[in-house]
């Protein structure tokens, strides 16, 4: 079985081996140079993000700051106003209006009805009125023939 070694572990062996062999003389390890670099690299990168996590945690104090407020100004308006025996109250005007507006629509129909009834019956009044008339008319039409008249010339009959 091969045993893979990285280059920077490579280079860990190799700087031990210079370590060991030239005590006397520093030298800086490409590995530590290396990363270094990349901390060096990120390090700007991870300082904007540092700060916009400092933003972030500003407004979130804020943010929690007020939904605490908002919360006690809930509890006070719930003591203050007994809201349960509010929202009772309004379900029973609730109800009271809903069968207010079906009694209104029912008398609404009511009333409808009754006036089409009374319309139709002073129509039949008026129809009954006027066959009353046309048969006093004619009765007394009938009547009028009815009458004797005397037996006169017949070219001077009164008219």
Do not use: C
């Amino acid at each position: 079985m091969e045993v893979k070694t990285s280059q920077a572990d490579q280079d860990k062996t190799n700087d031990n081996n210079n370590d060991n062999n030239d005590n006397n003389e520093s030298t800086v390890s490409p590995s530590l140079v290396l990363v270094s670099s990349i901390i060096q690299h990120h390090h700007n990168n991870l300082h904007q993000i540092q700060t916009k996590l400092k933003e972030l945690l500003q407004h979130e104090v804020v943010l929690i700051e007020g939904l605490q407020s908002e919360n006690e100004r809930f509890k006070e308006a719930e003591t203050t106003f007994n809201l349960p025996a509010l929202f009772q109250e309004v379900g029973k005007y609730n109800h009271k209006l809903s069968h207010l507006k079906s009694e209104m629509t029912s008398i609404t129909e009511r009333t409808a009805r009754l006036k089409r009834r009374a319309s139709r019956l002073q129509q039949q009044q008026q129809q009954k009125a006027l066959d009353q008339e046309q048969q006093r008319a004619r009765l007394a039409d009938q009547e009028k023939h009815l009458i004797a008249r005397p037996a006169w010339d017949t070219n001077n009959q009164p008219s």
